[in-house]
């Protein structure tokens, strides 16, 4: 299928003409993998040709050409060559629109600023999408589906700026969510770079725990430690640009460990118990004012879980089988214990193919889980 | 179906007998919705008729009734009320093991020694299952399969009381694991109470804030903060129970947490960024060391990611080859986005296998992810 026959297929998509993409990690991938699959002409520019083919083979876009006059520019590379390379786009093609995706976004336009860039065509971006894995590998067309595009815009950013990204956000299926630069910051600092270092923090823990005291770790503490897996360069780049209000936040938080570290090292003193209830209280508090789950809708998925042998074959025999059914797999989980005898593979699928798959594996002899 | 062709259908169920289930939260309603499928004779007993009614609407069993001669049973109710309710079933049940699945077992065998109950027949469990909401409502019979289950025998424990034990955790699809009850605590600790404290504290930073700042939460929130909706009552009592393991290990994150906030109030200090750098990659280390799911990735396995075309059979293909080649797969992960043409499949695998099965794929025409 031709980019145009595609395109014509999209009638939604409102985005047009070249988006020039730097850069092709996580994010610049899946931005290209989004907008081709849509028919949008995507011009690729990254700093190593490893990575450029990478992302072409991948089905991100096409390899930039000097004859490119793209309208929109999104510059996808890490925080701190972000300002640099917003502001040597700009001045290469003084008809584009250029936007970026950088955690922090004050002290960008900042360094923006300071070298005298056009700003009239900037608009800062942010798409709260991530993976604790980057890197073109970890790109998917879905990523921004359901989750929040901030809209950064600046004082000289024009009408015209501010609408080309709102399009890019609400074809990728994001949310656009027009906040300042400082706001943006503030609110980032708390539901997102806190999150991180205290998941990093509370991950450091186990690096020197015994194995066997690991062996029993469940959900919660996986849930809890999923984003330490992050890369240290990067966040360290972010944090630093995003340095006060982290380190505020992270104050009030070592004042309450301290009043819960000091009721548990005295638990019969008057008001200890008292405490630890009052600390999990406000975390139930705190919880439940995050709104709704974002993304999730958008794959809205029936879950089949099937118990399995744990023994070699046994997986492609039950996928075969799904397979031959003609049930398309829209994802799966693998989960095994290493020292379990049976593993659990939640099969998602279609929520209308649900209940057929799950009369006919059983008929096959496969057991599913209640 | 009756009970008992359910049982002579399930041949592998070797728990025999009456089994008990006092309490019908979370877990006595899980353990009793498993047993009852697999054919097993669940007598329930309960506080409150209303909780009664329900578990036993909800499948998990009958009532009990003064004629039972239960040989097993087990007491899932809160920590704080376990060794009473423990020494009054032992004294009941004379010809009966008692086990149950509080989250800390030292002191529940100190309080239980102090009473005088007849240890012999006494068998601490605890099954490393939940879920971050409780009720019987929450209950499911596969909520063990695939997990450890603590085995937490004291000095007086008769091997028939391991025994059965280790052959309910066995017939509900859990691992058994054999820890004293002093090891298990301070594990436990380490890979389940701090957790829960560290989410609750982070989560209550959200409970004053800006509505604004918290539309912007992603997926690393919701993850780290998920355990901060447990019911506080139960948490208060667990982590008294618990509390100086719990209070060591929080005292050295505050110490952790205390050169971080110092480095990034003042990130041109000599060393600042290093710091921060360093936290992060203490984290990346502590992750890795989770087994298993999740943490699977750098622990011990290799992985060999596997480009294939998004159509029904690719993957069970891919997988046949593999096993085909004699490789055992550790874990697998499936990534695709509904709209990309091609998904990618990590590979888990045994290092010494990595080379030769990237070669030998290579050869049968599969693309290997860089």
Not at 261 to 266: G, P, T, W, Y
Request: hydrophobic residues 45%.
């Amino acid at each position: 299928m031709s980019s145009a026959d595609s395109k014509a297929q999209n009638s939604a998509i409102k985005t047009s003409g070249t988006v020039r993409v730097v850069g092709a990690g996580l994010l610049g991938t899946s931005i290209g993998l989004a907008l081709t699959k849509a028919g949008v002409d995507v011009s690729l520019e990254t700093q190593s040709p490893a990575s450029l083919a990478l992302a072409i083979e991948y089905g991100a876009g096409r390899a930039a050409q000097p004859t490119d006059k793209p309208a929109l520019i999104v510059v996808c590379v890490p925080p701190e060559t972000t300002a640099p390379i917003v502001a040597r786009e700009l001045a290469a093609f003084p008809g584009a629109i250029v936007t970026d995706v950088a955690s922090v976004k004050a002290e960008i336009l900042e360094q923006l600023r300071a070298t005298g860039a056009d700003l009239t065509r900037y608009v800062g971006g942010h798409p709260m999408a991530g993976r604790e894995r980057g890197g073109a590998i970890s790109g998917r067309a879905d990523l921004f589906v359901g989750r929040p595009w901030v809209i950064a815009a600046n004082a000289e950013t024009t009408a015209a700026g501010v609408a080309a990204l709102e399009t890019l956000a609400t074809d990728l299926g994001a949310t656009p969510v027009h906040v300042a630069p400082f706001e943006h910051d503030r609110a980032v600092a708390l539901v997102s770079h806190v999150p991180q270092l205290v998941s990093s923090l509370l991950a450091a823990r186990l690096a020197d725990a015994d194995g066997r005291d690991l062996a029993l770790a469940g959900q919660g503490l996986r849930d809890t430690t999923r984003i330490a897996a992050s890369d240290p360069k990067m966040w360290t780049q972010i944090l630093k640009a995003n340095a006060e209000p982290v380190a505020g936040i992270l104050e009030d938080l070592a004042a309450d460990l301290n009043e819960v570290i000091a009721a548990l090292s005295d638990t019969a003193a008057p008001g200890a118990i008292h405490e630890i209830t009052r600390a999990l209280e406000a975390g139930n508090a705190g919880v439940s004012r995050i709104p709704g789950k974002h993304g999730a809708t958008a794959t809205n998925y029936a879950t089949v879980v099937v118990m399995i042998d744990d023994r070699p074959g046994e997986l492609a025999r039950l996928l075969t089988e799904v397979g031959q059914l003609g049930v398309n797999l829209e994802d799966l989980k693998l989960e095994h214990s290493p020292e379990a005898q049976i593993g659990l593979v939640e099969l998602y699928v279609n929520p209308s193919a649900e209940a057929g798959l799950v009369a006919d594996l059983l008929k096959l002899g496969w057991r599913i889980a209640a």
